[in-house]
Nanobody
Framework: QVQLVQSGGGLVQPGGSLRLSCAAS????????VGWYRQAPGKQRDVVAF???????TYAPSVKGRFAVSRDNDKQTVYLQMNSLTFEDTAVYYC?????WGQGTQVTVSS
């Protein structure tokens, strides 16, 4: 049984930074790709960043250059560093590994 536990998030002013974490329990973490998604109120859930088991990262155009995804296989944790945050980044953020989802964490960008 795999569990993904998210941490981080919260309230930040425009231009600020936050880091999200997604810690996985269970085995085989090293072979999984992991995605970060977000869902704003009234909108669909979209992928914002993705990292392969080998550490190759891709990003949605809206976050490229501002967000950075990384992973620490020893800690079985994936991170999403979010910089230069804007109002449009406000959403609930989720990590996903295979068919497993984290519980979601709220990110609110507000002045």
């Amino acid at each position: 049984q795999v569990q993904l536990v998210q941490s981080g998030g919260g309230l930040v002013q425009p231009g600020g930074s936050l880091r999200l974490s997604c810690a996985a329990s269970g085995s085989s973490f090293n072979i999984y790709s992991v995605g970060w998604y977000r869902q704003a109120p009234g909108k669909q859930r979209d992928v914002v960043a993705f990292i392969t088991s080998g550490g190759f990262a891709t990003y949605a155009p809206s976050v490229k250059g501002r967000f950075a995804v990384s992973r620490d296989n020893d800690k079985q944790t994936v991170y999403l560093q979010m910089n230069s945050l804007t109002f449009e980044d406000t959403a609930v953020y989720y990590c996903r590994m295979g068919t497993y989802w984290g519980q979601g964490t709220q990110v609110t960008v507000s002045s």
